[in-house]
């Protein structure tokens, strides 16, 4: 995946990383992030969990996905990078 289709953004907390990446038509997040409130807001979104880099996190086993996200193809245990692929 070329970098300059995606965004990625880390936040330093406490004891933990907050990890996102955005791509065109939709994000992956990790499991500190609410796919509910995606839902409720009708974004494409997935997370997955126990990362702490961008780079974990495209290998990462997507846990939960949106609809409008399942909509693009995304399904539970692709790779955060397959779904980023897809919502590109």
Do not use: F, W
Not at 58 to 86: C, D, F, I, P
Request: aromatic share 2%; net charge positive.
């Amino acid at each position: 995946m070329r970098m300059d289709e995606i965004e990625s953004h880390v936040i330093g907390l406490e004891n933990a990383n907050l990890v996102l990446i955005k791509a065109r038509r939709g994000y992956l997040m990790c499991g500190l992030l609410n796919v509910e409130a995606a839902e409720r807001l009708d974004q494409a979104a997935c997370t997955v969990s126990g990362v702490k880099t961008p780079e974990e996190a495209l290998k990462a086993k997507v846990k939960a996905a949106t609809k409008k996200a399942k909509s693009l193809g995304v399904r539970e245990g692709m790779t955060g990078e397959e779904a980023l692929r897809l919502m590109r």
